[in-house]
Structures are given as C-alpha cells and as structure tokens.
C-alpha cells in the first residue's frame, strides 16, 4: 500500500498533533528558532484545524523589524540517542 502524497506537514492538521509534542520554527531571515506546541497554535482562532503546512505559510518571524517567514521542524527529543559503538 502506498503511502498518500505529500508530506508530514500536508497530512497532518495541528488538531493531530500529540498535546506535549513540539515544533520547531526557525526564521529563514534571521535563523531566530522558537518551539511551538498544540495549545499554542489553537490559541488563535481557527488555526486548529489548518494542516501543518497551512500553519507553517501563515507564521511570521516576531524579532523586531524581522516578518521573515518560518520553516517548520519536528522535534522528536524521545526518539534521539546517543552513539553506542567504539573502536575495538
């Protein structure tokens, strides 16, 4: 079975995502990066049921004089570990 088209950000609404699961936004202007989660996005009004991409279009960089648009990273901290190997 193939999976749909596109990508992660135009499969999944902000309602989808897990309540402590968090997105990295970093300004493509002045590489400012701040996290963002679920309850921050449904805080403004109807932005809880865009897709991911929808919502990462519409940010905004908020540094003074900056506006830069934003790219959208998923953070995924449970899933990273460290190197378990060495040299014999």
Known sequence: MASPP???????????????????????????????????????????QLYL????RRARCKAQNCRGTMHMAMVRLDELSGFVGGIA
Request: aromatic share 6%; proline share 0%.
């Open 53 to 56: 991409d929808e919502v990462e």
């Open 6 to 48: 596109g990508n992660w950000k135009t499969r999944y609404k902000a309602s989808d995502l897990a309540d402590h699961q968090r997105l990295e936004m970093t300004c493509k202007k002045c590489n400012r990066l701040v996290y963002i989660n679920k309850a921050m996005i449904s805080s403004i009004r109807g932005h809880e």
